[in-house]
């Protein structure tokens, strides 16, 4: 097991990605944030919060995206998929939005959050926010716009994100 990013640096990290939305979207008038279940709700909620705190006055809809039923494997394993809550009370018609979520691998669940995206409007654009980006593990043509950390793991390591909210503590760990 080793380390990739303690709690400090998280928040640092967290931090970072947050300033680059604001060079990019400003005041977020037409910029709304959907995390991705179940992970990656935890990287957007305190995405969401840091923003609020970073852009005083700004009203910045944020929403939460489960996408078990357009997973491309949904009929195919054995076990019972029990999907996690969707909530999204506004439109996202003609917004740019930006999906966030914890690790990027395969680039499947992206490509199912963006299936499953369409469900509340058609975006202006889309992009794509992750903490940790597993480059040479991709399947699918999809790249993140904003990147915490980008490692390189074999196919064989699992990286894990702990989240203080769910593990009782922040930490990013390669397992072998």
Known sequence: MKTILTGKQMAITIDRLCHQLIENHLQFEQTVLIGLQPRGIYLSGRMHQTLLKLVPGAHID????????????FNQSKTLHVPSETSIDFSIE??????IDDVLYTG????????????????????????????????????????????????SQKVRVL????????????ID
């Open 108 to 155: 499947r669940t992206i490509r199912s959050a963006l299936d499953a995206m369409l469900d509340f409007g058609r975006p202006a654009s889309v992009e794509l926010l992750t903490l940790i980006d597993r480059r040479f593990s991709r399947q699918l043509p999809i790249q993140p716009d904003y990147t915490g950390r980008t490692i390189d793991a074999l196919i």
């Open 94 to 99: 003609n917004k740019k939005v930006v999906l």
């Open 163 to 174: 989240w203080n909210e769910r593990d009782g503590k922040d930490e990013v760990i390669l």
């Open 62 to 73: 944020y929403g939460k995206l489960d996408i078990t039923f357009y997973r491309d494997d």
